[in-house]
Antibody
Framework: HLVESGGGVVQPGTSLRLSCAASGFTFRSYGMHWIRQAPGKGLEWVAYMWKAEDNGHYADSVKGRFTISRDNSKNTLFLQMNSLKVEDTAVYYCVRGSSAGSAPFDYWGQGTLVTVSS | DVVMTQSPLSLPVTLGQAASISCKSS???????????LNWFHQRPGQSPRRLIYKVSNRDSGVPDRFSGSGSGTDFTLKISRVEAEDVGVYYC??????????FGQGTKVEIK
């Protein structure tokens, strides 16, 4: 079970932090992704983190502005979004990645909407 | 980056008839470990995507057996043997062989005629 929160309406250039609370599985054993979907558009992978000490991997469109992190003690994934742009407007999904013996992208949260507008 | 190209982008189908969606990748999706990491997802209106198929042809738990995935290398296909009303929505292919980034196709919208 994955539950995102933290979305909202913000102005361009500002920041927002998304959270994803995980339950029902051993969170620390799985890589985790953020994937987004702009209104009426397709799916775009945003960021991935395997271990908490990793730097994470990012789409070119968000590199240098977004930071993925996780707190395994709280079973929570985060996405710090800085210098937000109008084109970052999207529903952001938290998605379970891979683990030993488990194929990734099997569980998705309900999504949280981020709207960047002046 | 691996580019994923789906066709058609719109697919009107008759209930009970078969449907087929093509997904082509710009590079081979065969991983050095021998697996091919090609997934299919279904998104109903207003819902989160749901994985249907992983590693080309493995159906997820609870996915009806009317759904099947096939293909190899750069060419892949999702087939629905007999379309039902609940199958409407958008279908996406996605590769996880060469990452980052993980990349999706544009999506194919399936609707009932």
């Amino acid at each position: 079970h994955l539950v995102e929160s933290g979305g909202g309406v913000v102005q361009p250039g500002t920041s927002l932090r998304l959270s994803c609370a995980a339950s029902g599985f051993t969170f620390r054993s799985y890589g985790m992704h953020w994937i987004r979907q702009a209104p009426g558009k397709g799916l775009e992978w945003v960021a991935y983190m395997w271990k908490a000490e990793d730097n994470g991997h990012y789409a070119d469109s968000v590199k240098g502005r977004f930071t993925i992190s996780r707190d395994n003690s709280k079973n929570t994934l985060f996405l710090q979004m800085n210098s937000l742009k109008v084109e970052d407007t999207a529903v952001y999904y938290c998605v379970r990645g891979s683990s030993a013996g488990s194929a990734p992208f099997d569980y998705w949260g309900q999504g949280t909407l981020v709207t960047v507008s002046s | 980056d691996v580019v994923m190209t789906q066709s058609p982008l719109s697919l009107p189908v008759t209930l009970g008839q078969a449907a087929s969606i093509s997904c082509k990748s710009s590079q081979s999706l065969v991983h050095i470990d021998g697996n091919t990491y090609l997934n299919w997802f279904h998104q109903r209106p207003g819902q989160s995507p749901r994985r249907l198929i992983y590693k080309v042809s493995n159906r997820d738990s609870g996915v009806p057996d009317r759904f099947s995935g096939s293909g190899s290398g750069t060419d892949f296909t999702l087939k629905i043997s007999r379309v039902e009303a609940e199958d409407v929505g958008v279908y996406y292919c996605m590769q996880g062989t060469q990452w980052p980034p993980w990349t999706f196709g544009q999506g194919t919208k399936v609707e009932i005629k």
